[in-house]
């Protein structure tokens, strides 16, 4: 048996430690090989169907941005996870050593062992990711609401680029791996397990710092959305003081409050309590730094789910525009819009036809010498019925403001009215209103400043206008589904232009410029998407590797101690409880941090959040689940195999 013969055997000879390490790199290779093979894909290299050359930009740089980050991140977790598996080989290390091995070819060991395990998941997340590289495109097509769906190709370029930074990344996590095995002299490796652990001790001030730091973020990141202080410093300090206050979480105020209970005898010396909080106690310090990576981790990819998922909510076109079709008829005492009489028809046939419930209303703006556009009451009346808004009286000389855009009704709600009367100039004439209040809901969708006025004073400011416009609206509750007639309706109208060559109109679906921002917003939930599911798995990882670094302890420890009487029920009951501290502590922390995030994110948006947040919490809690039984039963059975 030759040296590179002895590397590969120490691979094999020790699957169980290896197998998380080469199932989260080959998935991590995985993952990154999908985002090349979208980058290179050549619908999307270009410009999206139905999209603009923005979009495409944005998308693609999305890809290469979210490559970096998977990239850089594998990079740290690789290191996490070799010098994990050097603290547990120490003793293995010094008997070598003793038997004669030089520094040098251990070192070179190690590389041999780190670059097989490398090569290795390289080629097995390729071979994955290109199994199912159909389902991934098919998948990504609907995502991005391509309608003839991305056709499969051959991705060499994808290929090529994952297979050289995945062996750049393990050739230098195996560089540094050899010079982490330099520290320590021979005795010091040999008896790497036998060292005592010292008691955990806890700061009674950084446990009170860490929860303080932690409302602090909170309040930055609730104080950003409600007063509308959209600063990128805030949030990122808010962001920063929670990350701070949940390491001093895990270090300081967890292991504080298992000591407090360790004080208690009731609770401590109550059946096998004595076991479990001892053990908890060295569990959380020792595994403080890993508890703290995967809850920060976790939350990060729960919060960019969950926000690109609400994205891409059909909710967050209609606060922007709540009617699904706009039909608006320019009219002068040159150029008359023969069409309008047909087109509205046409679009009202068209959604009969098709089945869909409809509300047609229309109004007539005005709009003053000083920039405003004036909508009588009764007009406003009709179109807030339609949406179902409540309705609103007027007297002479008196206003309603109502927003026209996302941010005027943000700046509504925040501050209300910031004048209470408002002057409106028309041909040298001037006229004041008296503002009463600012309403809460556009229904009026501009990009000016709408008022409502009474309709006396809505016929002495549109006196003597030349131009006529007149606003058709079609609410249709199931709007998100008529993307077909829509675009039927875009061709059929668009095609008709009078003798002069003149298009008097202007017809706007809502469901296209949905459409269209979905393709973006696709984009940016399969990145987020792919990185949240990669930051996950390095999570779960984490605590395995944990897990199996102490696992020769605590075989020697709960053999001894089952010779004193603990049966195999209370070591189930005992070991349960640990387990789910290591499982669902970081998982609770990760979901109540990123449950401030959703709560913020609501209250920048009118529709409910709520469904996408659940189902993010749920998916990810049932996979945690799983795991947990998984990894439960393999610690049981080891357990017990050094009880008998």
């Known amino acids: 048996m030759n040296f590179r013969q002895f590397a590969f055997n120490n691979v094999f000879r020790n699957k169980r430690a290896y197998v998380a390490h080469f199932l989260s790199s080959a998935f991590s290779v995985m993952i990154f090989f999908i985002y090349a093979l979208l980058l290179f894909h050549p619908d999307l290299k270009g410009n999206i169907v139905s999209s603009s050359g923005t979009l495409s930009m944005l998308g693609t740089m999305g890809l290469r941005v979210s490559q970096c980050i998977v990239f850089i991140f594998s990079f740290f977790f690789l290191l996490y996870s070799a010098s994990s598996f050097i603290k547990l080989r120490k003793k293995e290390f010094g008997i070598l050593l003793l038997l004669g091995m030089s520094r040098k070819q251990l070192n070179r060991m190690l590389f041999i062992e780190n670059i097989a395990i490398g090569v290795a998941a390289i080629i097995a997340g390729i071979i994955v990711g290109a199994v199912f590289s159909k389902l991934i495109l098919l998948i990504s097509a609907s995502m991005l609401a391509i309608v003839d769906g991305l056709p499969f190709y051959l991705p060499g370029k994808a290929i090529l680029l994952t297979a050289g930074a995945y062996l750049l990344l393990f050739l230098l996590v195996a560089s540094f791996t050899s010079v982490m095995t330099r520290k320590g002299t021979l005795i010091e490796l040999i008896k790497a397990e036998d060292k005592p652990k010292p008691e955990p001790k806890a700061s009674v001030l950084l446990s009170v710092l860490s929860a303080l730091l932690i409302i602090l973020g909170y309040a930055c990141v609730f104080l950003f959305v409600l007063r509308r202080m959209f600063s990128f410093l805030l949030l990122l300090g808010g962001v920063a003081l929670v990350i701070v206050g949940t390491y001093f979480l895990f270090t300081q105020l967890s292991v504080y409050v298992m000591r407090a209970m360790k004080k208690r005898p009731r609770i401590f010396l109550k059946r096998t309590n004595l076991l479990t909080i001892s053990e908890l106690i060295y569990r959380l310090r020792d595994n403080a730094v890993m508890f703290f990576m995967v809850a920060v981790i976790s939350a990060t990819a729960f919060t960019?789910?969950?926000?690109?998922?609400?994205?891409?909510?059909?909710?967050?076109?209609?606060?922007?525009?709540?009617?699904?079709?706009?039909?608006?008829?320019?009219?002068?005492?040159?150029?008359?819009?023969?069409?309008?009489?047909?087109?509205?028809?046409?679009?009202?046939?068209?959604l009969r036809r098709e089945g869909f419930d409809y509300r047609k209303v229309s109004y007539i703006p005005t709009y003053s010498d000083n920039g405003f556009m004036l909508i009588k009451l009764d007009d406003y009346n009709r179109l807030a019925q339609a949406l179902g808004y409540e309705q609103e009286t007027l007297r002479e000389g008196e206003a309603f403001a109502t927003p026209s855009t996302v941010t005027q009704t943000s700046e509504f709600k925040l501050d209300g009215l910031t004048q209470d009367r408002l002057t409106l100039t028309k041909e040298g004439s001037e006229m004041t209103l008296h503002l009463l209040k600012a309403l809460p809901h556009i229904v009026v969708p501009n990009t000016t400043n709408v008022y409502v006025v009474s309709d006396a004073d809505y016929a002495k400011m549109n006196a003597g206008n030349l131009l006529k416009i007149v606003s058709v609206q079609f609410v249709v509750p199931d709007w998100h589904h008529t993307l077909r007639i829509a675009q039927e309706l875009r061709d059929t109208i668009n095609n008709d232009v009078d003798e002069s060559g003149n298009m008097n109109y202007n017809f706007q679906a809502l469901v296209i410029d949905w459409v269209e921002s979905r393709q973006l917003n696709g984009l940016l939930l399969i990145v987020s998407g792919l990185v949240g599911i990669v930051f996950f798995t390095f999570a779960a990882s984490f605590i395995y590797f944990r897990l199996y670094a102490d696992l020769a302890r605590d075989e020697e420890q709960y053999r001894m101690i089952s010779k004193v009487g603990l049966s195999r029920r209370e070591l189930g009951r005992t070991v349960s409880r640990q387990l789910l501290l290591m499982f669902f502590l970081p998982m609770l922390v990760a979901v109540i941090h990123s449950s401030v995030a959703f709560l913020a994110l609501q209250q920048l948006v009118d529709f409910s959040v709520a469904s996408h947040t659940l189902a993010i919490f749920a998916t990810f809690l049932a996979i945690q689940v799983v795991y947990y039984w998984i990894t439960r039963w393999r610690y049981l059975n080891h357990l017990h195999q050094k009880m008998i």
């Open 304 to 350: 960019g789910i969950g926000t690109a998922l609400a994205i891409g909510d059909p909710g967050l076109a209609s606060m922007k525009n709540p009617y699904a079709f706009t039909y608006d008829s320019y009219n002068d005492s040159d150029h008359k819009n023969s069409f309008e009489q047909k087109h509205v028809r046409l679009i009202e046939d068209t």
